[in-house]
């Protein structure tokens, strides 16, 4: 089983459909991990099912048990995050603004107050429409520990590709390079970046191959319409080289991107003979052979 990881260094460079696409081209020799948690979509592209859903524990939060409570107020004063809050004398906390730190806990003179396991998330495993499985995650509102959410997503994927026997899991990862997109990294076996000719798409480009030495990880690109600037795209492929890192594809601007994303479909689904498909479908072999080759 080898893993694959998708990452941009920013938004809205095509990131996620071409995860999609790779996941519906591959079917069910692959198991599909959509790792952008804070802002998962991939499962509107693959019609998942959402047929199996478990609940993600992650961190604490303050409770105060009005009973114990005296209102001395000492917990109030040591807070640092404006997390309790007063209402008619009486002290409560606001649960989006608590970090669960337990300071308030630890003062408190009649052990009102106990910290709680929190639900930040949930996490699905799906059947999508090629037949394959997909496993992807949706965290809380204001809820933390994403990167603890993204490795659970990425060890459920893996224990069901050994399981099912699947060659490859394919990980959609978040944008960017914070906490989520480190976690999408462990245990990489090939990253795929995804960028496009503008400034800012060569900017974060640079952050995020930064990010990739530390892994010492190795990594192809794509480059998303590389003919709306061709002088960016140059320079892009020019910084590409001096970090030994091969573009697989140069996707040019084409409008049915667009109209298959209106219509919820990956686009070789939506239109499987365009040259943007057929080129996404050469891609894909590239990315296959490269990692099976790897030694």
């Known amino acids: 089983m080898r893993e694959i990881v998708v990452i941009s260094g920013k938004g809205g460079t095509g990131k996620t459909s071409l995860s999609a696409s790779f996941a519906y081209l591959e079917g069910q020799n692959a198991i599909t991990a959509d790792c952008d948690v804070d802002a998962a979509n991939m499962h509107i592209l693959l019609d998942a099912d959402f047929s199996n859903r478990q609940d993600f524990f992650s961190g604490e ?32 906390i606001d649960r989006i603004s608590c970090e669960g730190c337990g300071y308030c806990a630890r003062v408190c003179p009649s052990g ?13 495993v799906s059947n999508i429409k090629n037949g394959a499985t997909m496993v992807h995650a949706k965290l809380g509102f204001a809820a933390e520990n994403s ?16 399981k099912e026997d699947r060659e490859f899991v394919i990980t959609d990862g978040s944008p960017g390079i914070g906490c989520p997109v480190i976690s999408s990294l462990s245990g990489a076996n090939l990253v795929v970046l995804v960028t496009e000719a503008t400034v800012s798409g060569l900017h ?9 030495k530390t892994f010492s990880l190795q990594a192809v690109c794509i ?29 040019g601007y084409d409008e049915t991107f667009a109209h298959a994303l209106i219509e919820a479909k ?11 498909s057929v080129t996404i479908k050469e891609s894909w072999e590239k990315i296959k052979t490269k990692i099976r080759n790897q030694k």
Do not use: W
């Open 266 to 276: 990956p686009i070789v689904e939506y239109s499987a003979q365009s040259q943007l």
């Open 204 to 212: 974060d480009l640079k952050r995020v191959v930064e990010l990739l």
């Open 112 to 124: 009102a107050i106990t910290m709680h396991k929190q639900k930040a998330g949930d996490i699905f």
């Open 147 to 162: 990167g603890k959410l993204v490795a659970k997503v990425k060890q459920e994927a893996k224990m069901l590709a050994l």
């Open 61 to 92: 939060v303050a409770y105060i048990d009005s009973d114990k409570c005296i209102d001395c107020g000492k917990c109030k004063t040591v807070c640092r995050f404006d997390a309790i809050l007063l209402k008619e004398n009486r002290h409560t």
């Open 223 to 251: 480059i998303n319409k590389y003919d709306l600037n061709k002088e960016m795209n140059k320079m892009i492929e020019e910084y590409l080289s001096t970090q030994d890192i091969e573009v697989i594809a140069r996707l």
